[in-house]
Structures are given as structure tokens and as C-alpha cells.
């Protein structure tokens, strides 16, 4: 059974930095994106950072310059590297990894940036 696990949320202040780690266990075959959406109270969830198989990468316009998604093969987890926090980036992040198959989800890890 596939399942993503994250970890690295947390409280920083504005201007911090945090990692976000997804492990994934299981058979995932033939996947077309892996990455990561966030969803703030209230709000739709909305896609941060994806990587395709061929390596290239996408980041929604509000984060690019600050966000870096990554991954580690061998270690089966993608990451996101978090820079120049801003309070509007508060919200629970997800990873998401998709094959020819199905969505998979994380629970979600929770992000709160103070001013």
C-alpha cells in the first residue's frame, strides 16, 4: 500500500526558513508528478511547488524565488525548502504524488508564519 508521510511544519517568524520532508512507502510505478498544495482556513487548496518525471519543475508565482521543491531518489522523499517566510504562507501543506493509477495523499503538515 502507497503511503506519503510529511513532516517538517512548525511556527517561524517572518523572513525564517523551514524544510518539508514527504517519505513515501510502497509501489509507485510510472509517476507523472510529485509535489506539494497547501490549503489555508477557509481557502481552496492550492497547488505550491510540482515536479514531473522528466525533472522539470513549477511553482506558483507567489513563491517562486523563496520555494525550492527536490527530491531524493534513494531515499524515496521529495522536499520542500522554504525561504523568506511570509504570514500568507500560513496554511497546512500537503504532498501529493501522482501516477497512471491514482492520487496519493499526505496528511498534511501544518506551517505558521508570524509577523
Known amino acids: 500500500q502507497v503511503q506519503l508521510v510529511e513532516s517538517g511544519g512548525g511556527l517561524v517568524q517572518t523572513g525564517g526558513s523551514l524544510r518539508l520532508s514527504c517519505a513515501a512507502s510502497g509501489p509507485l510505478f510510472r509517476i507523472a508528478f510529485m509535489g506539494w498544495f497547501r490549503q489555508a482556513p477557509g481557502k481552496e487548496r492550492e497547488m505550491v511547488a510540482g515536479?514531473?518525471?522528466?525533472?522539470?519543475?513549477n511553482y506558483r508565482d507567489s513563491v517562486k524565488g523563496r520555494f525550492t521543491i527536490s527530491r531524493d531518489n534513494a531515499k524515496n522523499t521529495v522536499y520542500l525548502q522554504m525561504d523568506s517566510l511570509k504570514p500568507e504562507d500560513t496554511a497546512v501543506y500537503y504532498c501529493?504524488?501522482?501516477?497512471?493509477?491514482?492520487?496519493?495523499w499526505g496528511e498534511g503538515t501544518l506551517v505558521t508564519v508570524s509577523s
Open positions: 501529493n504524488v501522482v501516477n497512471d493509477r491514482m492520487k496519493y
Open positions: 515536479l514531473l518525471s522528466g525533472g522539470s519543475t
